[in-house]
DNA sequence: CACCTGTATTGATGAGCGTCAACATAGACA
DNA sequence: TGTCTATGTTGACGCTCATCAATACAGGTG
């Protein structure tokens, strides 16, 4: 029944020690440090050119895509590697030179640390 | 084993039937019209001090808290009521008054449609 | 080498946002 | 009624951000 599990790529080790800044939203108040941590990932996702990016690279076959895979999103190609380089430095992609391309690829333990966020704080039993 | 399950405390049904705007993230590239709804989501999480007080209705006891209890997140009062008023416009708080004091909660299913987008896509088995 | 394609960087511009002080509104109570 | 407390609104200021044109850089091909 439970077909939704949180990143089941993921090694079971790994899925069970992910949470790399903060607890889930609703076990306890956010000290300042932790909200300014997920907040920049929670800001990189917050723009919708940002957000179709994302989901380009990250629904591609392999975890990964080209550029040029995935700039159709209606801006321009400076505008498309700026938002690329946001997504970099807030630690959801990967990039990797391999030739002429360039390739992104989602950072998994972090999507999970943000999937883990959103869930209700395990039952303590 | 599976202790970190999206929002349990909805009941059966709703929990399969909560997607209101997408698809998992990892699904499919999203659309335009997707990407907009779901980035003012991501966008209302991406400010430290609104998540500060998302985190701390969402993990006050009774899943509610008073504008007083909350507001102690190091800015200024108009600007914790500004935060709050976009965390509603954004459809993850409502708000009720009750005598002098305005009662903040979560609003459960956007909450567990965000866990949603943050999961790989179920296994088609 | 020159040339072409793919991607990143620079610099500028306009819009949006976070913040506060001042003020307004709502309810409780005397 | 008036006053006090809790919360929301207004208006302004400074800063950040999304966007683009122009340019630079990287790698392949001839």
């Given at each position: 029944m439970s077909n939704t599990r949180v990143?089941?790529?993921l090694d079971a080790a790994a899925s069970e020690e992910v949470a790399p800044c903060c607890p889930p939203l609703t076990e306890r108040p956010f000290t300042a440090e932790e909200a300014e941590t997920a907040a920049r990932m929670f800001k990189a996702l917050g723009d919708p050119v940002r957000?179709?990016?994302f989901s380009a690279v990250a629904s591609h076959e392999g975890g990964e895509a080209?550029?040029?895979d995935i700039s159709d999103v209606g801006v321009s190609q400076p505008t498309v590697s700026h938002h690329l380089k946001k997504l970099k430095e807030a630690g959801l992609l990967t990039s990797e030179r391999r030739g002429t391309w360039v390739y992104y690829r989602v950072e998994p333990t972090v999507l999970a640390a943000m999937g883990k966020l959103l869930t209700i704080a395990p039952v303590a039993a």
């Amino acid at each position: 029944m439970s077909n939704t599990r949180v990143l089941p790529l993921l090694d079971a080790a790994a899925s069970e020690e992910v949470a790399p800044c903060c607890p889930p939203l609703t076990e306890r108040p956010f000290t300042a440090e932790e909200a300014e941590t997920a907040a920049r990932m929670f800001k990189a996702l917050g723009d919708p050119v940002r957000l179709r990016l994302f989901s380009a690279v990250a629904s591609h076959e392999g975890g990964e895509a080209c550029v040029c895979d995935i700039s159709d999103v209606g801006v321009s190609q400076p505008t498309v590697s700026h938002h690329l380089k946001k997504l970099k430095e807030a630690g959801l992609l990967t990039s990797e030179r391999r030739g002429t391309w360039v390739y992104y690829r989602v950072e998994p333990t972090v999507l999970a640390a943000m999937g883990k966020l959103l869930t209700i704080a395990p039952v303590a039993a």
